[in-house]
């Protein structure tokens, strides 16, 4: 086997292997978001054990009678063993280890593709430190009991862990995409691209506090009360109602950008109209929820939509990003060429 043959045969095993990460990540986040709306987020009292054990129990009588007062001495006064709860969040603590030893795998198999390019090993060891920060930012989230900001910082590490596994993806893609000029693309994309990114990141961080202030109504109020919590919102959650409407034309409007300039079948594109859809969904699911009494099955899809719609983002960002470097590397080695002529490498 040749030296391009075995580069080629590592690009594909890591390919299928990070786009599997990439997958298995995207789940965890959408059974986090429904463990929180389940309530069932402290359902292990402790971390990494789970009411002291490394495999829950089945039954409140396999615990000792005082368990109660133990945990009411270490701050968690309403905990009260429940079976169902229990072991939601304990399985939820099994797939974020196997998403750790996921991350581990990329990165043990990036390792041969160090000379081809760096940028691949590097982003994969990165995700899996990041992956072991996550862990350690977890258990200060169930030692805080739920505290609000340390939620929301989880979720940001949430996203930057996505970010960094896309990152090393598109790098192992940029040789193999079609060849896609970039040259007649609207200068003013990257610009609102920026734009986007920037209100997508601001409109998450919005809806995590949205999240959290919706546990504590549901705290003083109760499930029962599920279809009057949103009177009881604070200003913020109509702020991040309404940008969800600005969010949504602004991105129309980079589509619009690239319709006009690169057409209808460009890879950057059709990125964006699945931008498009993934927007969509966020908002149908976020109007659900505003005006049909909070339903717990739809707060984890609004969650996964716009963790989604971040991902496409940062994605139509990188593709962009090595297909305008594609073709300043054509212009360099053919520097009287026509500019627009040939074949560009467009990453994905």
Request: include cysteine; charged fraction near 10%.
């Amino acid at each position: 086997m040749t030296s391009k043959q075995a580069t080629d045969v590592s690009l594909q095993r890591f390919r299928s292997l990070a786009t599997l990460t990439l997958a298995a990540v995207y789940f965890l986040i959408l059974v986090g978001a429904s463990v929180r709306a389940s309530g069932a987020g402290m359902g292990c009292p402790d971390w990494p054990t789970c009411f002291g054990q490394w495999v829950p129990p089945t039954h409140e009588s396999q615990l000792p009678a005082d368990y109660q007062q133990t945990y009411a001495e270490l701050g968690y006064a309403d905990t009260r063993f429940n079976v169902v709860k229990t072991w939601t969040e304990y399985l939820n603590r099994l797939l974020g280890v196997s998403i750790g030893i996921l991350i581990f795998l990329s990165a043990l198999v990036s390792w041969p593709l160090r000379h081809h390019n760096a940028l691949i090993t590097k982003a994969s060891v990165a995700a899996f430190f990041m992956v072991g920060f996550q862990g350690w930012l977890g258990s200060r989230v169930v030692s805080s009991n739920l505290q609000p900001g340390m939620i929301t910082l989880h979720m940001l590490m949430a996203l930057a862990i996505v970010a960094t596994l896309l990152f090393a993806l598109a790098q192992s893609r940029r040789q193999m995409m079609a060849a896609q000029p970039v040259t007649a693309i609207d200068p003013r994309f990257e610009k609102w691209l920026y734009i986007v990114l920037a209100m997508t990141v601001l409109q998450v961080v919005m809806g995590t506090q949205v999240r959290e202030m919706t546990d504590f109504i549901k705290e003083s109020q109760g499930e029962a009360m599920r279809a009057s919590w949103i009177e009881a919102m604070p200003w913020f959650f109509y702020v991040h109602r309404s940008f969800s409407a600005l969010v949504l034309f602004t991105n129309l409007w980079l589509v619009r950008l690239l319709v006009n300039s690169l057409g209808w079948m460009h890879t950057i594109t059709r990125l964006t109209f699945g931008m498009i859809a993934v927007i969509g969904l966020s908002v149908l699911s976020g109007a659900t929820l505003g005006h049909l009494g909070m339903p717990a099955f739809v707060q984890p899809t609004h969650l996964l939509a716009a963790t989604l719609l971040f991902g496409l983002q940062f994605l139509i960002w990188l593709s962009y990003r090595h297909a305008r470097h594609s073709h300043s590397q054509s212009t360099r080695l053919h520097p009287k060429s026509v500019p627009g002529s040939g074949q560009i490498a467009a990453a994905v």
